[in-house]
Structures are given as C-alpha cells and as structure tokens.
C-alpha cells in the first residue's frame, strides 16, 4: 500500500497536480466495528480507489496525492480499511502518510485479522 502511495506522489513531482481527495485519519473514529458498513465509509471518504478480497475480508483503499510544481510540497496519504463477509466494518489495516505537509497518525488502530 505504501508503494502505491509513493508512486503517486513521484508521478505528480513532475508537475503540480493532486490525486484523490483529503483523507483525516481520525475520521475512521466515525465508523464502528460491526455495525458500520461499506455504505458509512464511501460516505466519509468518497469512492475508494482500490479494492480486493482476501478469504473472507474485502480491503477498501483509498490514496490521496499531491504535489507543488516541480515536486515541491509533495505528499501522499493511504488508507486501507477491512469489512468482513456481511459487509461490516472490520477495522483500519493500514495508513500511511509522507511529505512534507502531512503528518503522520499519532496512532492508528490497527486491523488485528480479525
């Protein structure tokens, strides 16, 4: 997932653009394990980018990338959540976040396979 958001931020280097819309971390706090659905998360952060299953897990992405021209102010954030086979929400599998207006989580939950 980190890759993905790092090419992202490289492609855009080459001149201003952004990709993707804002992702607030702490807005996962909106949605509850095992009562949120997939509906609840695309309200909050709009269509994902990416999705895939594993088993019984479905992983809905989102990457949000921007940069100044000629790559200054450049950054990337990723968001990855998990929801189970009904559709619930599981937790947050991953975050990352790089660049020099983005800080990173202070602390994220974490997904712990369940």
């Keep these: ?3 993905r958001g790092a ?8 001149c201003g653009a952004t990709v993707g819309r804002e992702i607030h971390f702490e807005d996962t706090k909106k ?8 509906a609840d998360a695309e309200a909050i952060f709009g269509p994902p980018m990416y999705m895939s299953a594993t088993g019984d897990v479905t992983y809905l992405s989102w990457v949000y990338g921007h940069t ?3 790559g200054t102010n450049a950054g990337s954030v990723s968001l990855a ?13 991953n975050t990352s976040a790089t ?5 990173p989580p202070a602390a994220s939950p974490v997904d712990g396979g369940q």
């Design 1 to 3: 997932m980190w890759m």
């Design 7 to 14: 090419m992202v931020a490289l492609i855009l280097s080459a």
């Design 31 to 38: 949605l509850i394990v095992g009562v949120s659905t997939r």
């Design 68 to 70: 100044g021209y000629g």
């Design 81 to 93: 959540l998990t929801f189970g086979p009904d559709g619930k929400y599981r937790g947050v599998a």
């Design 99 to 103: 660049g020099t207006e983005i800080p």
